[in-house]
C-alpha cells in the first residue's frame, strides 16, 4: 500500500472556504492504493489505472449502417433513375472478395463488410426491384449509409484515462476492443465506525435518552456507491482505551478509517483525544453549513476522517468534504459533480461568509421549467430534509438571500451518492 507525506491533513488557517479545502486535498493527496487487473465484466464502477489505447480502427472495415444494396456512387446517372444488377448478397460476418463491375450491385444487410471498391448504400425502401435488377433513383448522395472503419475510434485513440471511473458505456468501449481485463484501483478498504453511548445499533431494544444509529447506514452507503470495500466495526463507547485500541488496530488493516461523531471539544467526545495520540489530528475549520466539526488526520500512515454527529451534517460533509478526498485516494481524476441551474421556488436568508447546502426537490411548473423546492424543515439533525430532495442546491458564501426565481446550482444525488 502507497502512504501519504506526513502531516499532509496539516490546515494552519484558522478559517478556510471549501474551495480552498478542497484545493488543498487535491494538492497533497493521491492513490494509496496499488492495482489489480479486473476482468471487464467486474470493471464497471472501478477506477481505472491505464490508459487504454485502440490498437485497430473500430470498426474495422467499412460497413453497411441499414438494409438495402451497395455500389459506386460513380456508377450512378445524376438526372434520372440507374439500373443496377444484382450479383450477390453479403451478410454480417460474411465479406466477399469477388471483384464488382461498372452497373453492378449487392444486396447488403446491416453490418455487413461493404465490398471492394464500393462506396454508397441505398436503403432498400428508396429503391425499386426489378427482377435480378435494381433501379435507383437521381439524387442519391454519394456515400450514404456507410459506416467508415474508424469512425468510432482511430487506431492509436486514447479512449479511456487513468483515473477515470468506468460506467457501461466505457465497458462496452473496451469490449470493442477485445479488451478482457483491465488494470484498476485496488478498492479502497475502510474502517467505518459511530461512536457514543447514547448509540443504539439498529435491532436493539429501545433505552431512554437513546437513538437509533442512522450515521453508520447512511456513511456506508455512501461509500458503496464510491466503490469502497466497507468494514462495519460498529458502535464505539466512550472510553477512551477502548477508543484507543479500535482505533490503533483499524489503521494495522485497513486504509483509510471513518468515524462518525466524537470529534468535538466536548469532555466526552475521545474519538478526538484517541486519534490525535495515535497520530496527528487537525480540525478542519471550514466556512460550511450544515458541516461542523470535522477532522482530518492520520493514524499511524493511516489517513483519517472524523465526521459530525448530526445525521444531515454527517451526510453533507461526507459529500463535499470527505467524497473528494476518497477520490482521490482511489485514484480518480475528477471528483468534481456536475451541476445545472435551476429557477428557485421559495425565499430564504443565509449567513454571509459561509458556503450552505441545502436539500430541495425538483418540480415541473406549468411552463414546463423544473423549479427547487425546499422542504419546510432544515437543520444539521433532520435528515428528513434530505429524504424528501432530489439534490442539493449550492449557495455560495457571499450570497445572504434567496428570492423565487432566483437561478441557484443544483447537483442531482445520482451525481454524487
Known sequence: MRQLINDCFSCGKPLITVSEALKMLKERLGPIVDSELVSLSN????????????????????????????????DLNPKKSTK??????????HPTKNLTNAGETWRIFTGAPIPFGLDTVIMQEDCVQIGN???????????????????????????????????AA?????????????????????????????????????????????????????????????EDLGILPDKLQDIEEALYNAAEQYDVIITSA???????????????????????????????????????????????????????????????????????KNTQPLCFQVPAHFSYRKKAGLREWIGVSLKINKQGISEAHKFSKNGAGILSSLVASDGLIDLPENLTKIEPGMMVNFTPFSEIT
Open 43 to 74: 470493471s464497471v464502477g472501478r477506477i481505472l489505472a491505464e490508459n487504454i489505447v485502440a490498437p485497430n480502427p473500430v470498426p474495422r472495415f467499412d460497413n453497411a449502417a441499414v438494409d438495402g444494396y451497395a455500389f459506386r456512387h460513380k
Open 84 to 93: 443496377l444488377k444484382v450479383i450477390g448478397r453479403v451478410t454480417a460476418g
Open 133 to 167: 435488377d435494381i433501379s435507383v433513383p437521381p439524387g442519391v448522395s454519394s456515400g450514404i449509409n456507410r459506416r467508415k472503419a474508424g469512425e468510432d475510434l482511430n487506431k492509436g485513440d486514447i479512449f479511456l484515462h487513468k483515473g477515470q471511473k468506468l460506467q
Open 170 to 230: 466505457h465497458i462496452g468501449q473496451a469490449a470493442s476492443i477485445s479488451r478482457k481485463q483491465l488494470k484498476m484501483f485496488k478498492q479502497l478498504r475502510i474502517a467505518l465506525f459511530s461512536s457514543g453511548d447514547e448509540i443504539l445499533d439498529v435491532g436493539e431494544n429501545p433505552r431512554e435518552g437513546c437513538i437509533f444509529d442512522s450515521n453508520r447506514y447512511s456513511i456506508n452507503a455512501l461509500l458503496l456507491s464510491l466503490g469502497c470495500k466497507v
Open 262 to 332: 466524537g470529534v468535538s471539544s466536548g469532555d466526552e467526545d475521545h474519538i478526538r483525544e484517541a486519534a490525535a495520540s495515535l497520530g496527528s489530528l487537525y480540525f478542519w475549520r471550514i466556512a460550511i453549513r450544515p458541516g461542523r466539526p470535522l477532522a482530518l488526520g492520520q493514524i499511524e500512515k493511516t489517513p483519517f476522517i472524523g465526521l459530525p454527529g448530526n445525521p444531515a451534517a454527517g451526510i453533507i460533509t461526507f459529500l463535499q468534504i470527505a467524497r473528494p478526498a476518497l477520490l482521490l485516494l482511489s485514484g480518480a
